[in-house]
């Protein structure tokens, strides 16, 4: 009897587990089509950008790969900032990132929860090295600059 | 993008096509290779999923040939219910000995079950188990695999069997309409039921009970292949027909003789008084390549779809020289053929030139009594054109109204036939192919009495004739 | 993850379900829930769980390959639980130690920064293996390629395939230091020689395959190239007439059925399972995979596709697809040379072994014994290939190269 009721269950459970393996396979290959489009995005970004190293989908907002940085660009929660990110965590204008003779600085907005440069807060401004982790909210950039 | 970057994607260019003929073969092999690994006598699995009961076997009519019970220790037992009588259609199912005819070819559907039989059954289970089904309504117990109808029909069968009794051969009887065998029986033959107590005998037995001989077997073919020089003599432009036939005649260093002298013959009288020595001057004027293509018209050396196995008939594929080639248009030779093709050769002409394909199974139904699949009259090969087959008809009415086929002469129907006696190292096999009635063929019919010894026209066309009025009675019915 | 909304977009979620579904019917079908069950099912669990979730924080790096490999090991040890509860115990322990194995492959890989410069090292400690292995080696299943200490055995050659990519990646490195294309093949030719001698065809002919395709892309010499080629194929006609055992594996692929019950056994066995499998399978419970020989270890696909079905079997093949791809994609991405190398060879590495084996278990390609990575059962291919993981997620990283290690040392260790 028990087998019986073991074998019909577990021919219908078949289809359950193959179904489960599908999808995740397809929410990886969903992800890592996510990623390419980030790729797309690095040729028009140019040498100098910012580089997202938290995982995209353990987001719960919407954020890019890349920020690719040819001028000045504000970072905030509110719609006139250059990079828009509605982390909860971000002020609505929280810090900038201005170039000036070849040197690329940040500087924080008197942000509530403050701005982090490998991991040490910022006070006023601070000289962004190639290879440097930003910390903005709950989200870390690392700072490209290819010359 | 530099150098080393491309190459880089070839290199996983590589690797995916590597991958990717990885999931092709895989689907390949499911699709086309599964079914005979799993079936190989090797396959130490039991034959199927013990929970899903096999499925039955009926006749055209819903006569039901073959079915599963389970014993007390739940344990499935197949049963044959008319033991011998379709030993070779249905073949066996065991669990020690594997699978043979159908049961082998449509195992998967025997024991397949749908998804929703599935889910019934557990649900139905855990009621009962936990007796909630209190007002105890009788749940089928278990799935149940898919059934199958087959084309045959059983009193024609039993009557086939009746015909045939313990002479050794096979007789296919078959619709050449449509290409539904109706009746297909072979001697010496087994009884499913029974096999664990005599398998030692069966399959040590030198007669070969276990071979189908209408699908497996292969004879010398004898005066019946005269059909098919015919055909490719009334194809062929320019063939000299006429001759002046002295009893025998010198083709090649070998002498091809006759019963007697039939003087002065046509093409005609000469397929009716079977005459050697014309059709081995016929053959001659054709050529090997001229008979090669009409004969490979007609599925030699060809694999012809059946649902059982079946065995090519051979048309030698060695440069013959002219007395060969004589003696292969009047069917010796190493020509070898199976009665289930003699069968088909015939349903050709009857058909106007069209050869049907032939079928077993009707339909596969499932446990509610859908159908699931049904097959279609598809046509297997044109072998020549409608007027040349009604020609041939013609010429094949005579041989029995007046040639060496009269012993199947029948009242008030019009039969076309051509006997058949082909020597070999035995006894001589004795043929007899027909169809009827000629105007409008319903039966097309190949009997083969194996080293019976006596003649085509005296020992097979009896037999022919008696199945021809029991089929056509049973249509009219 | 409890008290969190249950998120179907993310993969790991499907897995989670997957892993409880598929054990639970495991447990039922084996009739006992004991310590071992709760073993697995915890273990594997919380052991897929945390070491993503480790990952997250630590690496910057590809988050993909990690995941993919927890879905292998996952099919891998609900197979191997269902064949033999207590093997699929062990094998979640073997998990364990290989996840902690991917965490100090990659400390310890990221630390260190003078890898390139150790090519001498590298070849020395393979020769030395493959001598070890010669003089106190055991042959099982017809291999000499297995070294027993106190009843623990294992495979040198699993060390040896890391030491090969590190090498062939070195010697690239620094080929305006000492290039020499013909002490490079000659090396070569001895590693795959010794494989020979061992009769572990399977391995000779995945280094060779690696070897050749590094060789494909780095070589400058591309007439060199097709001399390698042409030598190799000779060798292997060479070698077929001249050694029985490449022979019988020959014949058991091209004719199983004809010495069924001898060398062409385990392969028809496999057959048998695939095609009983069909594309759903038996369900779990319902075959028969203990008929095959070596089932858990280089047989594993062939059982997954009996019970769990051919699609599940296209899935696994997907997978590991999806992990070369990944892999190439880190190569083609890394600004390091070295890593650059280090990471298409694994990469290579990984995909011909799981080519070898899935195309040997299917009668695609000769039969050779090796293992399916991170599925089979087995202790020191397993480490070994997460080791291989671990310098692989080094690789997703942003290394720096070699000019700016000069004046910018020690910033990135911070993180």
């Known amino acids: ?147 | 993008m530099n150098k080393e970057q491309k190459r880089i994607i070839k290199v996983l260019f590589l690797l995916s096509i590597l991958f990717i003929s990885l999931i092709v073969y895989l689907t390949y092999f499911e699709l086309f290779r599964a079914e005979e690994v799993k079936n190989s006598s090797y396959n130490k699995r039991p034959a199927n999923d013990e929970y899903v009961l096999r499925g039955s076997i009926y006749d055209r009519n819903k006569t039901l040939l073959a079915y599963s019970t389970k014993s007390n220790d739940d344990a499935q037992v197949r049963n044959y219910e008319y033991n011998n009588l379709y030993s070779h259609i249905i073949g066996y199912y065991d669990n020690i000995y594997g699978q043979s005819g159908l049961e082998k070819s449509y195992n998967s559907a025997l024991s397949d079950s749908n998804v929703i039989d599935d889910v019934k059954n557990v649900f139905f289970q855990v009621l009962d188990n936990f007796k909630i089904n209190e007002e105890n309504i009788p749940l089928i117990k278990e799935s149940q695999g898919h059934s199958l109808v087959l084309t045959i029909d059983h009193a024609l069968q039993q009557y086939t069997k009746e015909q045939l009794g313990n002479r050794k051969g096979s007789i296919v009887v078959m619709n050449p309409k449509n290409g539904d065998i109706l009746s297909m029986v072979n001697y010496p033959d087994f009884n499913p039921n029974d096999l664990s107590n005599n398998w030692e005998k069966i399959s040590s037995d030198e007669e070969n009970p276990l071979i189908n001989r209408a699908t497996e077997g292969l004879y010398t073919p004898g005066s019946i292949y005269k059909i098919i020089t015919t055909t490719a003599a009334l194809e062929t432009e320019g063939i000299d027909t006429q001759f002046n036939c002295e009893g025998e005649i010198n083709i090649g260093g070998f002498i091809l003789k006759d019963q007697s002298a039939h003087g002065n013959v046509n093409l005609s009288e000469a397929l009716i008084k079977s005459c050697n020595v014309s059709f081995g001057q016929i053959g001659v004027q054709l050529g090997q390549d001229n008979l090669n293509n009409i004969s490979e018209k007609f599925m030699f050396n060809k694999k012809i779809p059946f649902d059982i196995n079946t065995k090519k008939s051979i048309f030698p594929k060695n440069k013959m020289d002219k007395a060969e080639i004589g003696s292969t248009s009047i069917g010796q030779g190493k020509l070898e053929v199976t009665p289930l093709n003699m069968a088909l050769m015939t349903s050709a002409i009857a058909n106007n030139g069209e050869m049907m394909t032939p079928n077993l199974v009707k339909s596969v139904i499932n446990s509610n009594g859908t159908i699931i699949e049904e097959s279609e009259p598809k046509v297997l090969s044109t072998v020549t054109t409608s007027e040349i087959a009604n020609n041939i008809t013609e010429m094949m009415v005579d041989v029995v109204n007046q040639g060496t086929g009269t012993q199947a002469k029948i009242n008030g129907i019009n039969v076309a036939g051509k006997t058949g006696t082909a020597q070999n190292s035995g006894k001589d096999h004795v043929w007899f192919v027909a169809f009827a009635p000629a105007e409008n063929p319903q039966i097309a019919i190949s009997v083969l009495l194996e080293n019976n010894g006596g003649s085509g026209g005296a020992n097979a066309a009896p037999i022919a004739r008696n199945i021809i009025i029991k089929a056509l009675n049973n249509i009219q019915q | 993850m409890a008290t969190r909304k249950v998120n179907f977009k993310r993969p790991q979620n499907f897995l989670f379900f997957l892993n409880l579904l598929s054990l639970s019917l495991v447990i039922l079908y084996n009739k006992s829930f004991d310590r071992l069950s709760v073993g697995v099912v915890v273990g594997l669990t919380l052991t897929i769980y945390i070491s993503n979730l480790l990952l997250l924080k630590i690496s910057s790096g590809d988050h993909y390959l990690l995941q993919i490999v927890s879905m292998m090991m996952s099919l891998g040890i609900i197979m191997i639980y269902r064949i033999n509860p207590e093997l699929g115990f062990t094998q979640v322990i073997w998990y364990v130690i290989g996840i902690m194995t991917f965490y100090l492959t990659y400390f310890i890989i990221k630390k260190i920064t003078f890898w390139p410069k150790c090519m001498k090292l590298y070849i020395g400690a393979s020769f030395l293996l493959f001598l070890l292995t010669l003089i106190f080696g055991s042959t099982i299943k017809g291999a000499t390629n297995w070294i027993q200490i106190r009843g623990h055995t294992f495979q040198p050659v699993e060390v040896i395939k890391i030491l090969f990519v590190f090498f062939l990646a070195s010697y690239y490195v620094n080929r305006n230091k000492f290039e020499n294309k013909y002490i490079l093949s000659i090396i070569v030719y001895l590693h795959i020689g010794f494989l020979f001698i061992q009769k572990d065809l399977g391995s000779a002919m995945l280094f060779y395959m690696v070897f050749i395709v590094i060789f494909y892309v780095y070589e400058n010499d591309r007439k060199f190239i097709l001399i390698n080629i042409i030598a190799a194929i000779l060798m292997a006609i060479l070698g077929y007439f001249a050694f029985g055992h490449v022979q019988i594996r020959v014949e058991a692929w091209l004719n199983p059925w004809s010495d069924i019950s001898g060398n062409g056994y385990q392969i028809t066995q496999s057959l048998f399972a695939i095609a009983e499998g069909g594309f759903l399978g038996k369900g779990i419970g319902n075959g028969y995979p203990s008929f095959i020989p070596e089932v858990q270890t280089d047989f594993i696909f062939s059982a997954i596709c009996e019970e769990l079905g051919i699609l599940t079997g296209i899935a696994v093949i997907m997978l590991f697809l999806i992990l070369i791809y990944r892999g190439i994609k880190i190569s083609l991405e890394q600004k390091n040379q070295f890593y650059r190398i280090v990471a298409l060879g694994i990469t290579l590495t990984l995909g011909f072994q799981t080519f070898i084996i899935l195309g040997g278990v299917t009668k695609l390609i000769p039969l050779t014994g090796i293992t399916l990575p991170f599925l089979s059962y087995g202790g020191s291919s397993l480490v070994m290939s997460f080791a291989a993981l671990g310098i692989l997620q080094v690789a997703s990283e942003y290394i720096y190269s070699e000019q700016e290690e000069n004046y910018e040392q020690g910033t990135k260790e911070d993180n």
Not at chain 1, 98 to 114: M, P, T, V, W
Request: no cysteine; charged share 25%.
């Open chain 1, 1 to 147: 009897m028990f087998d019986i009721i073991f074998s019909g269950l577990s021919s219908i459970f078949r289809y359950l587990f193959i179904l489960l393996i599908y999808l995740f396979m397809f929410g990886i290959i969903r992800l890592i089509y996510l990623d390419i489009k980030g790729i797309k995005n690095k040729e028009i970004r140019g040498n100098t950008y910012l580089k997202l190293i938290n995982r995209k989908d353990s987001l719960p907002f919407k954020v890019d790969e890349f920020y690719s940085l040819v001028s000045n660009v504000t970072i905030g929660r509110s719609k006139n900032n250059k990079i828009i990110i509605k982390d909860p965590y971000i002020s609505k204008k929280h810090a900038k990132i201005i170039k000036e003779r070849n040197q690329y600085f940040i500087e924080d907005l008197n942000s509530a929860n403050g701005t982090f440069l490998n991991s040490e807060e910022i006070m006023d401004a601070a000289i962004l090295k190639n290879g440097d982790i930003i910390t903005i909210g709950s989200i870390n950039f690392l700072f490209v600059t290819e010359q």
